[in-house]
């Protein structure tokens, strides 16, 4: 499922990332990589707030669609 769709308070795990090569560079050096483990902290019209690696990150609705996570 998108990250979108995880509601705030629970823990996901990142199974796939979508996206042009530099969207996922990006991703990648926020530390959006496969396998890691993110908190959703609140979700805001679909923008989100999550803690991953120990930092609180913000990220748009459309950068959200394009990670793909289970939950654990």
Same mark, same amino acid.
């Given at each position: 499922?998108?990250?979108?769709?995880?509601?705030?308070?629970?823990?996901?795990?990142?199974?796939?990332?979508?996206? #042009?090569?530099?969207?996922?560079?990006?991703?990648?050096?926020?530390?959006?990589?496969?396998?890691? #483990?993110?908190?959703?902290?609140?979700?805001?019209?679909?923008?989100?707030?999550?803690?991953? #690696?120990?930092?609180?990150?913000?990220?748009? #609705?459309?950068?959200?669609?394009?990670?793909?996570?289970?939950?654990?």
């Amino acid at each position: 499922m998108p990250l979108t769709m995880a509601s705030p308070g629970s823990e996901v795990v990142i199974v796939r990332i979508q996206g #042009k090569d530099e969207q996922q560079k990006f991703l990648e050096n926020l530390g959006f990589v496969i396998g890691a #483990k993110i908190s959703v902290i609140s979700d805001i019209q679909g923008n989100l707030i999550v803690n991953i #690696k120990d930092s609180r990150v913000a990220i748009s #609705k459309s950068m959200a669609n394009r990670i793909f996570v289970s939950e654990e």
